[in-house]
């Protein structure tokens, strides 16, 4: 699978936010083979995937090795000479495995009304406003503020990291992508 460069540079904090989240889009638009639990969680790998773009979609996911690896890297951080201890990576990862089921979750979208079905709610991209492009340096952020009504609880979530707007994005991304290319347009969603 070859990594398309984004169409516009972020700035230093939206950019170690996609890090994190490890994000990758084919050439052709296709699928990646991670999904975003948490931004201090990170990925889960996707199972399966059917009825992209439809008022059926559904993708499957589920931690594996990989993802505790990746998470316990990022956790367990660097020592003095900049190196992450190997050993507390695979203590760290070993203790995730056993103390995780490896259950499969489930994530459902209906596509044209923008409407996703998650563990953790039933949420409607209900409003997104595209922001003037911010410069910072020699790179352009072109933000789009994303506004999600929680069927739930009938609350509107803003953009943070704690009402799982980043969540919602990488799944609309993933099981809706083509209404996910016409709401964004290339910009940088939040």
């Known amino acids: 699978m070859m990594i398309q460069p984004r169409k516009a540079l972020l700035t230093t904090a939206a950019l170690t936010i996609s890090l994190a989240i490890g994000h990758a889009i084919a ?6 083979d991670k999904i ?16 992209v773009d439809t008022s059926q979609a559904v993708v499957k996911f589920q931690r594996k090795l990989d993802d505790f690896v990746e998470e316990c890297s990022r956790n367990v951080g660097a020592n003095e000479d900049g190196m ?7 203590d760290c990862t070993k203790a995730g495995l056993a103390e995780r089921e490896m259950k499969v979750l489930t994530r459902r979208a209906v596509c044209a009304h923008s409407t996703l079905y998650t563990e953790f709610g039933n949420y409607s991209l209900i409003n997104y406003l595209r ?8 790179q352009t952020w072109r933000p789009v503020r994303t506004n999600w009504k929680n069927h739930r609880d009938g609350k509107i ?5 704690g009402c799982n707007t980043p969540q ?6 993933i099981l809706c992508p083509s209404w996910y290319r016409e709401a964004f347009n290339g910009r940088d969603p939040y």
């Not at 919602?168 to 991304?173: A, K, N, S």
């Open 27 to 32: 050439e052709d638009g296709s699928k990646t």
């Open 168 to 173: 919602l994005l990488d799944t609309y991304r």
């Open 157 to 161: 979530v803003g953009n943070c990291s």
């Open 36 to 51: 975003l639990l948490g931004t201090h969680i990170g990925n889960a790998t996707i199972v399966s995937l059917a009825g």
């Open 131 to 138: 922001e003037e492009d911010q410069r910072v340096g020699d």
């Open 84 to 90: 992450v201890p190997s050993e507390k990576v695979a």
